[in-house]
């Protein structure tokens, strides 16, 4: 079975220092990995994927396949940033995802 | 276009009662999922409905059950209801995107409290 774990509960940061959220995942096939974001009191929201190999807000992820993680960075954290980060995977045909326990940021001024 | 909707946003219900969950999907979305988020659990893939039929399921017992109607809206039903079937239960709603891959839109999730 498939799964991903997230080791840091809670990542705290100041503002305008790198911050990369850490992601591992088990699975033995060709996975989607995906990270989504919760923001205080709104929903949450995809931030990127891999599949599409962009940068949003200033965060990128890259996938390694042979280390099994999709680690997000971003080299400046803004105190903007501070939320809720989940880690997840799609394996199968569908839209079933497999999210990690989450990470909390706290960007400090 | 307007977002995901899930109706009611709260409801208290009692153990053994049942309850049931809607959601509204963006207009043109096929695919409606429902999630559970517990602060033990997580979050927790319950199943996914697409054209009416249930194409992924969660490890989930049998008293969680869904259906989708022919304008893609889905509800979801938990019968015999469990203290520990309190959490907050999201739906998201997706159509092919670039890449043949899907972007899953949540809405703002329902909070179940069993007492």
């Known amino acids: 079975a498939q799964r991903v774990t997230q080791p840091e509960k809670l990542l705290s940061v100041f503002k305008g220092a790198p911050v990369e959220l850490k992601c591992n995942y088990s699975y033995s096939g060709s996975p989607e990995l995906f990270w989504y974001v919760q923001y205080s009191r709104q929903r949450l929201q995809l931030l990127l994927r891999h599949i599409s190999r962009e940068s949003i807000k200033g965060f990128t992820a890259d996938l390694n396949k042979g280390e099994t993680s999709f680690h997000l960075k971003k080299p400046f954290a803004q105190e903007e940033d501070s939320a809720m980060y989940y880690c997840a995977l799609k394996t199968a045909a569908g839209n079933k995802l497999t999210f990690g326990g989450g990470t909390r940021v706290l960007v400090k001024p | 276009k307007a977002g995901v909707t899930q109706t009611p946003r709260y409801l208290i219900k009692t153990r053994g009662q049942q309850v049931t969950l809607s959601c509204s999907p963006i207009s043109g979305h096929r695919s409606v999922s429902w999630y559970q988020q517990t602060p033990g659990q997580g979050l927790q893939f319950l199943f996914e409905?697409?054209?009416?039929?249930?194409?992924n399921k969660g490890n989930f017992p049998g008293r969680f059950s869904g259906r989708q109607f022919s304008n893609s809206r889905s509800e979801m039903n938990v019968s015999t209801l469990e203290l520990g079937d309190s959490a907050l239960y999201l739906c998201?709603?997706?159509?092919?995107?670039?890449?043949?891959?899907?972007?899953?839109?949540f809405g703002p999730g329902t909070r179940l409290t069993v007492l």
């Open positions: 998201a709603s997706s159509s092919l995107g670039e890449l043949n891959t899907d972007t899953q839109y």
């Open positions: 409905y697409f054209s009416e039929t249930q194409r």
